[in-house]
């Protein structure tokens, strides 16, 4: 039985738009999949609603898949609590770090037509500077940035310097041995260097690309990793402790402009328009066999005492997506952070299931957790 058609009750259209949510509809707050009959798009209303007033969320953007297809979407409260402007059709958030599994499907797509090499070492193509010293740091491809093997740092700019180590701020450095678990948007970014300078382009025009590859093939309307003006218009504002947090373009680096591809974290759209990628991803549109397949198959273990494993229940990861384990069965995963905005998935291929959410909020995790819990056990 599919996970999402359980709880929704439908499973060929769009569910929400024709959908109001009475005060009269009631949904235990213990609700689980396993518990409970199947839910019409109204209750499914109401429990997405309850869910935003548990987590205390000013907006949220929400989608549901299911059997490879879109059945349910929301966008729904405050663009801005200060102003109480409200979320509408429109509306773009932030979606932080679900932009890794995007610019890993771009990667992916380029490598099927031989452009990149994913196991040619990347110094080869573009020497990392800051890291020429680093012999180690030779090592490293493609394959092990997608999954993050590439022993970098996050970012270079935000971690916080290892112990005992006499580096400066927003200096390059090696965290541990390439081959390691190692968490690293530093390693996309680079990445992204490389496929803009052998596409042709720089990091300032490699959004064309994806616009090429991807926006305008897969219907990702307005999706963006610069701002454009359909974004600069249709923004939401972040919160953190539910107050508006009013900052220019998310920035990994001090050179950073609003016109820089961020392959890390600063994709631009919404959870309905993230589902249509995901649909995609599973379907293995745009995709050879070889390449969907290494995208989910695992390419490394987390080790059990990492501390993304500990809060977070990731046990690999793919080229491009983490792994996890329910008593279910096993799914695919990816988690999102700019501060401010906080995002989430979870798909199962097989059944072609899965969420997708995005809230300009630093609360996000619970949801997240509390929508694993429920669809995903």
């Known amino acids: 039985m599919s996970r999402i058609r359980n709880v929704l009750g439908c499973s060929s259209a769009v569910c929400l738009a024709a959908c109001a949510t009475p005060a009269a509809v009631v949904v235990p707050q213990t609700y689980t999949i396993s518990q409970a009959p199947a839910l019409s798009a109204t209750q499914m209303d109401a429990l997405v609603q309850a869910a935003m007033q548990r987590f205390e969320l000013p907006g949220l953007s929400i989608a549901f898949i299911d059997d490879g297809a879109i059945v349910y979407e929301r966008k729904l409260g405050l663009a801005d ?24 499907y771009l990667v992916m797509r380029m490598a099927d037509r031989g452009v990149i090499d994913l196991d040619r070492p ?12 680093e012999p ?9 940035v997608l999954s ?52 042709g382009r720089s990091l300032l025009t490699l959004d064309e690309l994806f616009q090429q ?42 050179e950073d402009t609003p016109q820089t591809f961020g392959a890390a974290g600063r994709l631009h759209t919404d ?3 993230y589902a249509r990628f995901l649909v995609a991803l599973m379907d293995g549109t745009g995709l050879s066999q070889e390449a969907q397949r290494a995208m989910f198959s695992k390419a490394t273990d987390i080790p059990v005492d990492d501390n993304m494993r500990k809060t977070s229940g990731e046990i690999g990861w ?29 798909i199962d291929p097989e059944r072609g299931d899965g969420f997708v959410f995005v809230t300009n909020s630093d609360r996000g995790d619970e949801l997240n957790a509390w929508l694993e819990d429920r669809f995903f056990p």
Do not use: C
């Open 148 to 199: 993050h093997r590439t022993g970098f740092p996050n970012w270079r700019w935000f971690d916080p310097i290892p112990e005992g180590r006499d580096i400066q701020r927003g200096s390059m450095y090696m965290k541990t041995e390439p081959g390691t678990f190692s968490y690293s948007g530093e390693g996309y970014n680079w990445l992204a260097e490389i496929v803009a300078q052998e596409t």
């Open 271 to 273: 959870a309905a328009i």
């Open 318 to 346: 793919t080229l491009g997506l983490s792994i996890k384990q329910g008593a279910s069965g096993q799914y695919f995963a990816h988690g999102g952070s700019n501060g401010d905005f906080k995002s989430g998935f979870a």
């Open 122 to 133: 990347l110094w080869e193509y573009r020497p990392m500077a800051g890291l020429v010293h």
């Open 213 to 254: 590859e991807m926006v305008a093939p897969l219907n990702l309307d307005n999706a963006a990793f610069v701002q454009t003006p359909y974004i600069e218009a249709n923004a939401v504002t972040g919160h953190i402790d539910g107050k508006p947090n009013y900052r220019e373009w998310p920035r990994s680096f001090p």
């Open 136 to 144: 180690n740091y030779k090592q490293i491809t493609a394959r092990m």
């Open 81 to 104: 609590t200060e102003t109480d402007a409200p979320i509408t059709p429109n509306s773009v958030f932030q979606v932080a770090s679900l932009s890794k599994p995007v610019f890993a």
